[in-house]
């Protein structure tokens, strides 16, 4: 009987490490060179490289920028990695000698900065060094490893546009799909839970339209931007009001844009909405909340015409499989003893989850801590939880180690947990 010792934390610990100056160097690169969604084609290339030189055979370009990589080693299951590699319209702040300079072009046309302020960087190299390791450790496991490379989950398009380019008909159906993302927990923790784990996200930008005017003469106009601050204040009461205290969900107007001139009236004013919840049901009420209050402070101000609600973006919400979830954390329990927590549904979203319901596969889907375990127990003992940068904070960069080397583990033990000899 062949003897595995790669399950066991030392060993396999040992031989991540070796991997992991280069690792390093390669994560500060892509978070230097960050690249907005759908425009990721110097991280695909690298990507694309580096599974080539691992032994993969790979396929690029599938929903535009994403990148496959597929390596049989005989039979078995198959499995996924995914990780996500697009970065955000963010000024970068965090003096870090590695920090992005990058401008880019977005879809309006607009000039902007570009940072990986999400973490995306620190995905792109965990699946790199999981497939690397796999590649060189062909002897401790038996199946097929797919090990995908997707763009634009920012705007929740990469998924649907991968699937959509015929990823179904290219690769063969896996046996469980697996991912992680770096969230601002202490470095070095792992945190899963069975069942939905984060929320759908619905984005809309709703145009109320009024009537413009002098600033003097307000009685001649139909006011867009008072329309719309009645519209915003009576918003806020679709959760404190219509949605019940053991049920949840998250309504958020990050932008109120009306007007050029303090003495013009102008003829409307834009809202963009964006609203979180984790039940279906939850989700349907607040949508139609929504559209009933723009709608009727829109009449009660007498508008011309009715406003405009268009949608911006969808996620589904994640749901891990109870039963790959358990086989997971029994797997990580074993390797990270007191590392392994089970949380909350978080309010974020992602579009993970539409690979596993659109393949009808099993999915899980999990956290990485990536904040300096100092740094946060200080943080945490002085009040001051609130203040640690967050994913999408221009100050946000993960504590290299020992955040890179539990996400390449994470990878491997999870895989390895249906690709064992």
């Given at each position: 009987?062949?003897?595995d010792?790669?399950?066991?934390p030392?060993?396999?610990?040992?031989?991540?490490?070796?991997?992991?100056?280069d690792?390093?160097?390669?994560y500060?690169?892509?978070h230097s060179?960050?690249?907005?969604?759908?425009?990721?084609?110097?991280?695909a290339?690298i990507?694309?490289?580096r599974m080539?030189?691992?032994?993969y055979?790979?396929?690029?370009e599938?929903?535009k920028?994403?990148v496959?990589?597929?390596?049989?080693?005989g039979?078995?299951p198959t499995?996924?990695?995914?990780?996500d590699?697009d970065a955000?319209?963010?000024?970068?702040?965090?003096g870090?000698?590695?920090?992005?300079k990058?401008?880019?072009?977005?879809?309006?046309?607009?000039s902007?900065?570009?940072?990986?302020a999400?973490?995306?960087?620190?995905?792109?190299?965990?699946?790199?060094?999981?497939?690397?390791?796999?590649?060189?450790?062909?002897?401790l496991?038996r199946?097929?490893?797919?090990?995908?490379?997707q763009?634009?989950?920012e705007?929740?398009?990469?998924?649907q546009?991968m699937?959509k380019?015929?990823?179904?008909?290219?690769f063969?159906?896996?046996?469980?799909?697996?991912?992680?993302?770096?969230?601002?927990?202490?470095?070095g923790?792992?945190?899963?839970?069975?069942?939905?784990?984060?929320?759908?996200?619905?984005?809309f930008?709703i145009r109320?339209f009024?009537?413009?005017a002098?600033?003097?003469?307000?009685e001649a106009?139909?006011?867009?931007?008072?329309m719309?601050?009645?519209?915003?204040?009576?918003?806020?009461?679709?959760v404190s009001?219509?949605?019940?205290?053991?049920?949840?969900?998250?309504?958020?107007?990050g932008?109120?844009?009306?007007?050029t001139?303090?003495?013009?009236?102008?003829?409307?004013?834009i809202?963009?909405?964006?609203?979180?919840?984790?039940?279906?049901?939850?989700?349907?009420?607040v949508l139609?909340?929504?559209?009933?209050?723009?709608?009727?402070?829109?009449?009660?101000?007498g508008?011309?015409?009715?406003?405009e609600?268009?949608?911006?973006?969808?996620?589904?919400a994640?749901?891990?499989?109870?039963?790959?979830?358990?086989?997971?954390?029994?797997?990580?329990?074993?390797?990270?003893?007191?590392?392994?927590?089970?949380?909350?549904p978080?309010?974020?979203?992602?579009?993970?989850g539409?690979?596993?319901?659109?393949?009808?596969?099993?999915?899980?889907?999990?956290?990485?801590g990536?904040?300096?375990?100092?740094?946060f127990?200080?943080?945490?003992?002085?009040?001051r939880?609130?203040?640690?940068?967050t994913?999408h904070?221009?100050?946000f960069a993960?504590?290299?180690h020992?955040?890179?080397?539990?996400?390449?583990?994470?990878?491997v033990?999870?895989?390895?947990?249906?690709?064992?000899?």
């Open positions: 009987m062949k003897i010792d790669s399950a066991k030392g060993s396999l610990a040992s031989k991540v490490a070796s991997l992991v100056p690792l390093e160097t390669l500060k690169d892509i060179h960050p690249e907005l969604s759908l425009q990721e084609t110097r991280t290339a990507a694309a490289e080539r030189a691992a032994g055979e790979v396929t690029s599938v929903g920028t994403g496959v990589g597929v390596l049989r080693n039979p078995g499995v996924m990695l995914r990780a590699m955000l319209p963010v000024q970068e702040a965090t870090l000698e590695y920090a992005s990058v401008t880019a072009v977005d879809r309006a046309g607009n902007v900065p570009v940072m990986h999400c973490g995306h960087d620190m995905h792109v190299a965990w699946l790199i060094g999981a497939a690397t390791f796999m590649a060189k450790a062909r002897d496991w199946g097929t490893l797919m090990a995908l490379f763009p634009s989950e705007t929740g398009e990469g998924a546009a699937i380019d015929h990823l179904f008909d290219l063969a159906k896996p046996d469980v799909i697996l991912a992680q993302h770096v969230m601002s927990m202490p470095a923790l792992l945190a899963c839970r069975p069942g939905v784990i984060t929320s759908a996200g619905d984005s930008e109320m009024g009537r413009g002098h600033g003097s003469m307000p106009s139909v006011d867009p931007v008072v719309a601050a009645s519209t915003v204040l009576r918003l806020q009461t679709v009001r219509e949605i019940a205290a053991a049920e949840s969900a998250v309504l958020t107007i932008a109120l844009q009306a007007g001139k303090e003495n013009v009236i102008p003829d409307e004013a809202l963009k909405i964006n609203v979180r919840t984790y039940d279906e049901g939850v989700r349907k009420r139609a909340a929504i559209e009933r209050i723009v709608k009727a402070e829109a009449a009660a101000s508008a011309p015409r009715e406003p609600i268009r949608p911006l973006d969808r996620y589904a994640v749901s891990n499989d109870p039963d790959a979830e358990q086989r997971v954390v029994s797997a990580f329990t074993g390797y990270f003893p007191g590392r392994v927590r089970e949380t909350l978080t309010s974020a979203s992602e579009d993970f539409c690979f596993g319901t659109a393949w009808h596969v099993p999915s899980v889907f999990w956290f990485v990536g904040i300096d375990q100092a740094l127990e200080q943080a945490r003992k002085s009040g939880l609130g203040e640690i940068p994913n904070n221009p100050r993960p504590a290299i020992p955040t890179l080397e539990t996400g390449v583990e994470a990878l033990v999870a895989a390895r947990t249906w690709l064992s000899v």
